[in-house]
Protein backbone atom coordinates (compact mmCIF):
# COMPACT_ATOMS: atom_id res chain seq x y z
CA UNK A 1 0.00 0.00 0.00
CA UNK A 2 1.23 3.39 -1.20
CA UNK A 3 1.61 6.46 1.22
CA UNK A 4 -1.29 7.87 -1.27
CA UNK A 5 -3.40 5.19 -1.08
CA UNK A 6 -5.98 4.58 1.99
CA UNK A 7 -7.98 2.54 4.13
CA UNK A 8 -11.49 3.00 5.94
CA UNK A 9 -10.68 2.44 9.81
CA UNK A 10 -13.79 1.14 10.86
CA UNK A 11 -13.97 0.18 14.83
CA UNK A 12 -13.96 -3.65 15.02
CA UNK A 13 -15.69 -5.17 18.20
CA UNK A 14 -12.89 -7.46 19.60
CA UNK A 15 -12.92 -9.29 23.07
CA UNK A 16 -10.14 -10.45 25.53
CA UNK A 17 -7.90 -7.57 24.16
CA UNK A 18 -4.51 -7.52 25.68
CA UNK A 19 -5.16 -4.63 27.49
CA UNK A 20 -7.08 -6.42 29.82
CA UNK A 21 -4.46 -9.68 30.56
CA UNK A 22 -2.58 -8.87 33.38
CA UNK A 23 0.77 -7.71 33.15
CA UNK A 24 3.94 -7.10 35.88
CA UNK A 25 3.62 -2.97 36.48
CA UNK A 26 4.94 -0.60 33.92
CA UNK A 27 8.76 -0.79 33.71
CA UNK A 28 11.09 2.55 34.75
CA UNK A 29 11.67 3.69 31.34
CA UNK A 30 11.07 7.80 30.85
CA UNK A 31 7.18 8.11 30.45
CA UNK A 32 6.07 9.23 28.01
CA UNK A 33 8.13 8.03 24.70
CA UNK A 34 7.67 8.41 21.44
CA UNK A 35 7.61 4.82 19.69
CA UNK A 36 7.12 3.91 16.31
CA UNK A 37 6.32 0.10 15.98
CA UNK A 38 6.49 -1.52 12.22
CA UNK A 39 3.68 -4.38 11.31
CA UNK A 40 1.64 -2.48 14.95
CA UNK A 41 -1.67 -4.19 13.03
CA UNK A 42 -0.13 -7.82 13.19
CA UNK A 43 -0.62 -10.09 16.18
CA UNK A 44 2.86 -9.19 18.31
CA UNK A 45 2.63 -5.84 17.03
CA UNK A 46 -1.02 -5.16 18.34
CA UNK A 47 -0.59 -6.54 21.47
CA UNK A 48 2.82 -4.43 21.94
CA UNK A 49 1.08 -1.10 20.57
CA UNK A 50 -1.57 -1.72 23.41
CA UNK A 51 0.95 -2.73 25.68
CA UNK A 52 3.00 1.03 24.77
CA UNK A 53 -0.27 2.44 24.94
CA UNK A 54 -1.23 1.19 28.57
CA UNK A 55 2.27 2.39 30.14
CA UNK A 56 1.30 6.43 28.46
CA UNK A 57 3.66 6.21 25.85
CA UNK A 58 2.89 7.66 22.24
CA UNK A 59 2.94 5.20 19.58
CA UNK A 60 3.28 5.30 15.60
CA UNK A 61 1.63 2.21 14.37
CA UNK A 62 3.34 1.73 10.47
CA UNK A 63 1.75 -1.04 8.77
CA UNK A 64 1.62 -1.85 4.74
CA UNK A 65 -2.00 -3.83 5.26
CA UNK A 66 -0.03 -6.32 3.06
CA UNK A 67 -2.90 -8.73 1.37
CA UNK A 68 -1.15 -11.78 3.14
CA UNK A 69 -2.50 -10.59 6.01
CA UNK A 70 -6.65 -9.92 5.47
CA UNK A 71 -7.47 -5.89 6.11
CA UNK A 72 -10.43 -6.89 8.35
CA UNK A 73 -8.24 -8.97 10.60
CA UNK A 74 -5.50 -6.77 11.48
CA UNK A 75 -8.35 -3.71 11.78
CA UNK A 76 -9.73 -6.04 13.96
CA UNK A 77 -6.32 -6.44 15.97
CA UNK A 78 -6.23 -2.48 16.38
CA UNK A 79 -9.92 -1.95 17.52
CA UNK A 80 -8.99 -0.82 20.83
CA UNK A 81 -7.10 1.60 20.04
CA UNK A 82 -7.95 3.05 17.07
CA UNK A 83 -8.85 5.99 19.27
CA UNK A 84 -6.39 6.55 21.37
CA UNK A 85 -5.02 9.92 21.84
CA UNK A 86 -1.80 8.81 21.91
CA UNK A 87 -2.37 6.52 18.91
CA UNK A 88 -1.18 7.49 15.00
CA UNK A 89 -1.87 4.82 12.38
CA UNK A 90 0.34 4.99 9.18
CA UNK A 91 -0.52 2.82 5.87
CA UNK A 92 2.79 2.89 3.88
CA UNK A 93 4.95 0.63 1.62
CA UNK A 94 8.02 -0.03 4.39
CA UNK A 95 10.15 -0.23 1.16
CA UNK A 96 8.97 3.19 -0.20
CA UNK A 97 11.98 5.24 1.04
CA UNK A 98 10.33 8.94 0.69
CA UNK A 99 6.94 7.65 2.59
CA UNK A 100 8.55 6.53 5.90
CA UNK A 101 10.92 9.37 6.11
CA UNK A 102 8.11 11.46 6.15
CA UNK A 103 6.01 9.39 8.79
CA UNK A 104 9.48 9.55 10.93
CA UNK A 105 9.71 12.97 10.17
CA UNK A 106 6.31 13.77 11.70
CA UNK A 107 6.28 11.92 14.61
CA UNK A 108 9.79 12.06 15.57
CA UNK A 109 9.84 8.60 17.68
CA UNK A 110 12.72 8.20 19.86
CA UNK A 111 12.67 4.10 20.07
CA UNK A 112 11.68 2.61 16.95
CA UNK A 113 10.49 -1.29 17.20
CA UNK A 114 10.77 -3.31 13.80
CA UNK A 115 8.11 -6.56 13.61
CA UNK A 116 7.00 -6.58 10.43
CA UNK A 117 7.75 -9.09 7.73
CA UNK A 118 6.39 -11.05 5.62
CA UNK A 119 6.46 -14.84 7.48
CA UNK A 120 6.11 -18.35 6.84
CA UNK A 121 8.64 -21.17 5.47
CA UNK A 122 6.64 -22.94 2.74
CA UNK A 123 5.40 -19.78 1.11
CA UNK A 124 8.90 -18.41 1.19
CA UNK A 125 9.86 -21.17 -0.93
CA UNK A 126 7.37 -20.48 -3.88
CA UNK A 127 8.11 -16.54 -3.90
CA UNK A 128 11.15 -15.75 -2.33
CA UNK A 129 12.08 -12.62 -4.15
CA UNK A 130 8.83 -11.22 -2.23
CA UNK A 131 9.95 -12.02 0.90
CA UNK A 132 14.11 -10.57 -0.43
CA UNK A 133 11.67 -7.47 -0.66
CA UNK A 134 9.78 -7.07 1.90
CA UNK A 135 12.08 -8.75 4.53
CA UNK A 136 15.52 -8.17 3.56
CA UNK A 137 15.07 -4.41 1.46
CA UNK A 138 12.22 -3.28 3.67
CA UNK A 139 14.82 -3.87 7.04
CA UNK A 140 17.44 -1.43 5.23
CA UNK A 141 15.08 1.12 4.65
CA UNK A 142 14.19 1.51 7.51
CA UNK A 143 17.19 1.65 9.22
CA UNK A 144 18.46 3.81 6.79
CA UNK A 145 15.53 6.45 7.97
CA UNK A 146 15.73 5.90 11.65
CA UNK A 147 19.20 6.48 11.23
CA UNK A 148 18.24 10.07 9.34
CA UNK A 149 15.73 10.72 11.72
CA UNK A 150 17.47 10.63 14.89
CA UNK A 151 15.89 7.37 16.66
CA UNK A 152 18.33 5.98 19.50
CA UNK A 153 17.26 2.91 19.86
CA UNK A 154 15.97 -0.25 17.33
CA UNK A 155 14.75 -3.28 18.34
CA UNK A 156 14.08 -5.39 15.71
CA UNK A 157 11.99 -9.18 15.53
CA UNK A 158 14.10 -11.89 14.66
CA UNK A 159 13.22 -15.64 14.09
CA UNK A 160 14.06 -18.49 15.37
CA UNK A 161 14.47 -19.95 12.43
CA UNK A 162 17.80 -18.65 12.13
CA UNK A 163 19.32 -21.51 13.53
CA UNK A 164 18.63 -23.94 11.30
CA UNK A 165 18.42 -27.57 11.77
CA UNK A 166 22.14 -29.03 13.33
CA UNK A 167 22.39 -26.53 15.94
CA UNK A 168 23.16 -27.76 19.63
CA UNK A 169 20.51 -27.50 21.85
CA UNK A 170 19.14 -25.50 23.30
CA UNK A 171 20.00 -22.71 20.71
CA UNK A 172 22.51 -20.04 21.58
CA UNK A 173 22.73 -16.35 20.10
CA UNK A 174 25.70 -16.68 18.95
CA UNK A 175 25.05 -20.15 17.08
CA UNK A 176 22.62 -18.71 14.27
CA UNK A 177 23.28 -20.60 11.39
CA UNK A 178 25.24 -19.68 7.72
CA UNK A 179 23.40 -22.70 6.04
CA UNK A 180 19.77 -21.53 5.91
CA UNK A 181 16.58 -24.02 5.63
CA UNK A 182 14.13 -21.84 3.63
CA UNK A 183 14.17 -18.16 2.23
CA UNK A 184 12.53 -17.11 4.66
CA UNK A 185 15.24 -17.72 7.57
CA UNK A 186 17.56 -16.71 4.98
CA UNK A 187 15.91 -13.34 4.91
CA UNK A 188 15.90 -12.89 8.12
CA UNK A 189 19.46 -13.94 9.12
CA UNK A 190 20.02 -10.95 6.24
CA UNK A 191 17.96 -9.04 8.37
CA UNK A 192 19.94 -9.29 11.58
CA UNK A 193 23.47 -8.95 9.49
CA UNK A 194 21.77 -6.11 8.25
CA UNK A 195 21.23 -4.57 12.28
CA UNK A 196 25.13 -5.54 13.07
CA UNK A 197 26.63 -3.98 10.47
CA UNK A 198 25.19 -0.29 10.98
CA UNK A 199 25.17 -0.75 14.27
CA UNK A 200 29.00 -0.15 15.47
CA UNK A 201 29.18 3.01 12.63
CA UNK A 202 26.49 4.49 13.73
CA UNK A 203 25.35 6.37 17.29
CA UNK A 204 22.46 3.93 17.72
CA UNK A 205 21.74 0.72 19.73
CA UNK A 206 20.35 -1.97 17.76
CA UNK A 207 19.44 -5.18 20.28
CA UNK A 208 17.70 -8.39 18.03
CA UNK A 209 14.92 -9.99 19.59
CA UNK A 210 14.33 -13.97 18.29
CA UNK A 211 11.54 -15.12 18.94
CA UNK A 212 10.35 -18.72 19.22
CA UNK A 213 7.07 -19.65 18.36
CA UNK A 214 4.90 -17.04 19.60
CA UNK A 215 1.41 -18.03 19.87
CA UNK A 216 -2.11 -16.54 21.57
CA UNK A 217 -5.01 -14.22 20.94
CA UNK A 218 -4.99 -13.24 17.37
CA UNK A 219 -2.74 -15.23 16.11
CA UNK A 220 -2.72 -16.08 12.32
CA UNK A 221 -6.07 -18.95 11.70
CA UNK A 222 -4.18 -20.69 9.47
CA UNK A 223 -1.27 -21.86 12.33
CA UNK A 224 -1.03 -25.04 14.27
CA UNK A 225 -2.68 -24.18 17.50
CA UNK A 226 -5.64 -22.30 15.97
CA UNK A 227 -5.87 -24.83 13.71
CA UNK A 228 -5.97 -27.56 16.32
CA UNK A 229 -8.23 -25.70 18.48
CA UNK A 230 -10.96 -24.27 16.12
CA UNK A 231 -11.17 -28.19 14.73
CA UNK A 232 -11.51 -29.42 17.94
CA UNK A 233 -14.12 -27.06 19.23
CA UNK A 234 -16.12 -28.65 15.95
CA UNK A 235 -15.39 -32.26 16.63
CA UNK A 236 -13.62 -31.86 13.18
CA UNK A 237 -9.94 -33.70 12.26
CA UNK A 238 -6.91 -32.30 13.13
CA UNK A 239 -3.58 -32.84 10.42
CA UNK A 240 -0.56 -33.37 12.04
CA UNK A 241 2.89 -33.70 9.59
CA UNK A 242 4.93 -36.87 9.93
CA UNK A 243 4.83 -38.64 13.21
CA UNK A 244 4.22 -35.71 15.37
CA UNK A 245 7.72 -35.80 16.97
CA UNK A 246 9.40 -32.02 15.24
CA UNK A 247 8.94 -30.19 18.62
CA UNK A 248 9.13 -26.17 19.13
CA UNK A 249 9.39 -24.02 22.29
CA UNK A 250 5.92 -22.13 22.39
CA UNK A 251 5.97 -18.79 23.66
CA UNK A 252 3.12 -17.40 24.68
CA UNK A 253 2.69 -13.51 22.97
CA UNK A 254 2.48 -11.65 26.58
CA UNK A 255 5.85 -13.46 27.17
CA UNK A 256 7.22 -11.91 24.09
CA UNK A 257 5.98 -8.50 24.53
CA UNK A 258 7.39 -8.35 27.93
CA UNK A 259 10.37 -8.97 26.24
CA UNK A 260 10.41 -6.36 23.89
CA UNK A 261 9.96 -3.71 26.46
CA UNK A 262 13.09 -5.44 28.50
CA UNK A 263 15.04 -4.81 25.56
CA UNK A 264 14.77 -1.34 25.53
CA UNK A 265 17.01 -1.03 28.71
CA UNK A 266 19.83 -3.35 26.35
CA UNK A 267 23.56 -2.21 26.83
CA UNK A 268 24.26 0.19 24.53
CA UNK A 269 26.10 -0.96 20.74
CA UNK A 270 24.26 -4.20 19.17
CA UNK A 271 23.12 -7.56 21.09
CA UNK A 272 20.44 -10.45 20.42
CA UNK A 273 18.60 -12.22 22.60
CA UNK A 274 16.52 -14.84 22.55
CA UNK A 275 12.96 -14.45 23.63
CA UNK A 276 11.73 -18.17 24.04
CA UNK A 277 9.72 -20.64 26.72
CA UNK A 278 13.08 -22.47 26.96
CA UNK A 279 10.86 -25.62 27.13
CA UNK A 280 10.27 -27.25 23.32
CA UNK A 281 6.97 -29.68 23.27
CA UNK A 282 6.49 -32.24 20.00
CA UNK A 283 3.50 -31.85 18.30
CA UNK A 284 2.35 -34.69 20.37
CA UNK A 285 2.50 -33.19 23.29
CA UNK A 286 1.06 -29.78 21.79
CA UNK A 287 -2.18 -32.05 20.95
CA UNK A 288 -2.06 -33.97 24.41
CA UNK A 289 -2.08 -30.15 26.34
CA UNK A 290 -4.96 -28.55 24.10
CA UNK A 291 -7.04 -32.26 24.68
CA UNK A 292 -6.11 -31.78 28.50
CA UNK A 293 -7.36 -28.47 28.74
CA UNK A 294 -10.12 -28.62 26.24
CA UNK A 295 -11.38 -32.05 28.09
CA UNK A 296 -12.17 -33.48 24.71
CA UNK A 297 -10.03 -36.12 22.65
CA UNK A 298 -8.70 -34.73 18.81
CA UNK A 299 -9.27 -36.27 15.77
CA UNK A 300 -5.96 -37.06 14.49
CA UNK A 301 -5.25 -37.33 10.71
CA UNK A 302 -1.70 -37.58 9.61
CA UNK A 303 0.08 -36.17 6.28
CA UNK A 304 3.63 -36.29 4.68
CA UNK A 305 6.02 -34.01 6.31
CA UNK A 306 6.42 -30.32 5.05
CA UNK A 307 9.57 -28.86 3.11
CA UNK A 308 11.23 -26.24 5.08
CA UNK A 309 10.34 -27.67 8.91
CA UNK A 310 13.07 -27.96 11.20
CA UNK A 311 12.89 -31.02 13.55
CA UNK A 312 13.17 -28.68 17.08
CA UNK A 313 13.64 -25.08 18.40
CA UNK A 314 14.52 -24.82 21.73
CA UNK A 315 15.61 -21.40 23.32
CA UNK A 316 18.69 -20.68 25.83
CA UNK A 317 17.48 -17.39 27.33
CA UNK A 318 20.14 -17.17 29.92
CA UNK A 319 21.36 -14.05 28.43
CA UNK A 320 17.97 -11.88 28.15
CA UNK A 321 18.03 -13.10 32.10
CA UNK A 322 21.31 -12.28 33.30
CA UNK A 323 21.49 -8.91 31.06
CA UNK A 324 17.96 -7.90 30.41
CA UNK A 325 15.97 -9.95 33.81
CA UNK A 326 13.74 -11.28 31.39
CA UNK A 327 12.14 -14.33 32.10
CA UNK A 328 9.01 -16.05 30.64
CA UNK A 329 6.57 -16.44 33.23
CA UNK A 330 3.62 -18.40 31.44
CA UNK A 331 3.69 -22.14 30.73
CA UNK A 332 1.86 -23.79 27.54
CA UNK A 333 -1.10 -25.07 29.65
CA UNK A 334 -1.36 -21.96 30.85
CA UNK A 335 -1.34 -19.97 27.56
CA UNK A 336 -3.53 -22.70 25.58
CA UNK A 337 -6.35 -22.32 28.64
CA UNK A 338 -5.81 -18.28 27.94
CA UNK A 339 -5.98 -18.88 24.03
CA UNK A 340 -9.04 -21.29 24.09
CA UNK A 341 -10.70 -18.81 26.26
CA UNK A 342 -10.20 -15.83 23.69
CA UNK A 343 -11.22 -18.27 21.09
CA UNK A 344 -14.44 -19.37 22.41
CA UNK A 345 -15.72 -15.36 22.19
CA UNK A 346 -13.14 -14.02 19.70
CA UNK A 347 -14.71 -11.93 16.38
CA UNK A 348 -15.36 -14.05 13.74
CA UNK A 349 -13.05 -12.67 11.44
CA UNK A 350 -9.89 -13.95 13.18
CA UNK A 351 -11.22 -17.77 11.49
CA UNK A 352 -11.84 -16.83 8.25
CA UNK A 353 -8.96 -19.30 6.88
CA UNK A 354 -8.30 -18.53 3.02
CA UNK A 355 -6.26 -17.39 0.22
CA UNK A 356 -3.36 -16.25 0.61
CA UNK A 357 -3.66 -18.31 4.31
CA UNK A 358 -4.50 -21.79 2.68
CA UNK A 359 -1.34 -23.07 1.41
CA UNK A 360 -0.81 -25.30 4.88
CA UNK A 361 -0.78 -25.55 8.00
CA UNK A 362 2.53 -24.26 9.13
CA UNK A 363 3.88 -24.89 13.20
CA UNK A 364 5.14 -21.62 12.72
CA UNK A 365 6.44 -18.77 11.10
CA UNK A 366 9.76 -18.34 13.72
Known amino acids: MRASDSITIT ?3 NTLPFSRVPHPPATDYASPMRI ?3 GGAGFIGSHLVERLLSDDHHVLCIDNFDPFYPAPVKLANLADVLHHPHFTLSSIDLCDANALSDSLAQFQPNTL ?3 AATAGVRPSIER ?3 YVRLNVDATQTILSASLRHGVKRLILAGSSSVYGKD ?3 PFREEHASDIPQSPYAATKRATALLAAAHAPVHPVTITVCTLFTVYGPRQRPDLAISRFVRAMLAHQPITVFGDGTFSRDFTYVQDTVEGFLAAMHAPSGFHVYN ?3 GKPFSVNELVSTIERVMQTQAIIRHAEEQKGDVPTTF ?4 RAEQQLGWSPRIDLEEGIRRFVAWMQSA ?3 YFQVGEPWSLGIPIDDS
Open 113 to 115: FHL
Open 167 to 169: QPT
Open 11 to 13: PVA
Open 315 to 318: ACTQ
Open 128 to 130: PMT
Open 36 to 38: AVT
Open 347 to 349: NPV
Open 275 to 277: LGA
